[in-house]
């Protein structure tokens, strides 16, 4: 048995303690919120509304099964999602999205996801710390120092660290301190975004089994998604420019209210108005990418999820790799029969590769989100007409690959560049 010590309980976090638990070591997690059962919401960004719903696709859900957790539970926190509408000309065009394999992708209440984590971690035997926010990470002697809230400093020595505490990560920073050539970017998308909820979605007329995307007739102006959770309310993603006219900053409600009153004309005027007030109200949230080089140190600590490969949400698949680190880890702890020196540094010739590709990917399907082709819709039609026709000579749908298996990233990267050629106007999915 060896001591783990996981910085963050997030979702990345919460599911690896689960399979390193289950593997029989000792499993300390240290996060800087309340337990989700006491305080749930120190899990939802009451200001801004971050992350209130999440997108997980059979990716996701087949690292969450096979970490036992039941899947009439997982359901209960969220919706099955049967396709998606594209909102242009205040009409929608729906695509069907028929389950494989009985599998269909949810829109998760992230805070419901949470507890269900934090319930089969403690099933399992993993020791929670809460209200411990991490001060220092020493990595040669694989302790990190945490502050309680009642200000308490102590230092916690582990076997292995592993970081999944976000796109700021004290684990990754110490990496960068510590590795001779670290190479490490973050940056930040040209757009950010603020999620606006309506409490009560049955009145909008809207589809609670579809994920609806606005903003493909904006001439790359913006962006919008929308989705239903369980507890029956809509968040609405808007994702605009800092600067100009119609922006992030614009605090003239006689603009804004033009603007959704354009590109969410099908709304009821009271769904408007109450977006309007939310948007002017609300402060913006930034689109981080953070790129590491590697994602280990030795064999005394490793990275996942956001703290390795942080992404702008445009794919939809930040958590769903997220998660699929954690099924990967516990892979490699089979594989090597938790041999540190061997998991570790296989770990980031894994998943480096498909960090990489996943990113390059969410940042392309912007550009189709805010600025689609007249002729996107009939173009997908034809890729999978296509690829049913001839399978062995055309690439298949890059969109029911992504959302209904696990193939890799940098396959899904392969697909959408083979279509380009395909066509030569432009990008397919």
């Known amino acids: 048995m060896k001591k783990i010590i996981i910085v963050g309980g997030g979702l990345a976090g919460g599911l690896a303690a689960i399979y390193l638990a289950k593997r029989g070591h000792d499993v300390h997690v240290f996060e800087k919120r309340g337990d989700p059962f006491l305080a749930y919401s120190d899990y939802i960004d009451q200001v801004s509304s971050r992350a209130i719903g999440v997108s997980m696709t059979v990716r996701g859900i087949q690292a969450v099964l096979n970490a036992g957790i039941p899947k009439e539970e997982l359901d209960l926190c969220g919706i099955p999602i049967t396709g998606m509408s594209f909102c242009i000309a205040g009409k929608f065009k729906t695509r069907e999205l028929p389950a494989i394999d009985s599998l269909s992708p949810l829109s998760l209440s992230r805070a419901d996801f949470q507890k269900l984590l934090n319930k089969y971690a403690v099933i399992n035997n993993v020791h929670y710390h809460y209200g411990q926010r991490c001060l220092e990470v020493n990595l040669d002697d694989k302790t990190i120092t945490t502050k309680d809230n009642n200000g308490l400093i102590v230092e916690h020595k582990g076997d292995l660290l592993i970081g999944a505490d976000g796109a700021r990560s004290a684990v990754r920073q110490a990496m960068q301190n510590n590795i001779r050539r670290f190479e490490y970017q973050q940056s930040f998308f040209k757009h950010g975004y603020k999620t606006l909820v309506i409490a009560d979605a049955s009145p909008l007329n809207l589809r609670k089994d579809l994920i609806y995307f606005f903003g493909m007739d904006s001439g790359g102006i913006f962006a919008g998604r929308a989705a239903t959770i369980p507890d029956g309310s809509i968040s609405f993603a808007v994702c605009l420019p800092y600067q100009g006219e119609i922006s992030l900053n614009t605090k003239d409600s006689a603009i804004m209210g033009r603007f959704f009153d354009k590109y969410y004309a099908m709304l009821p005027e009271e769904t408007r108005k109450e977006l309007l007030s939310q948007f002017i109200e609300k402060p913006s949230n930034d689109l981080i990418n953070v790129k590491s080089s590697v994602f280990h140190y030795k064999q005394n600590a490793l990275i996942l999820g956001d703290s ?22 516990n892979a490699l702890f089979e594989k090597h029969e938790d041999d540190f020196e061997k998991i570790l540094p296989e770990f980031t010739q894994l998943r480096k590769v498909e960090a990489d590709a996943m990113q390059e990917m969410a940042i392309n399907n912007y550009e189709v989100l805010s600025r689609s082709n007249p002729i996107f819709f009939m173009r997908s039609k034809y890729t999978r007409y296509m690829s049913n026709k001839f399978p062995a000579r055309y690439p298949p749908d890059m969109a029911e690959k992504l959302y209904f298996t696990s193939m890799a990233y940098r396959e899904l990267r392969d697909i959408q560049q083979k279509q380009n050629v395909w066509y030569k106007l432009g990008r397919v999915n």
């Open 308 to 329: 390795a490969h942080a992404t702008a949400p445009f794919l939809g698949q930040g958590m769903n790799m997220a998660l699929e680190d954690a099924y990967i880890l």
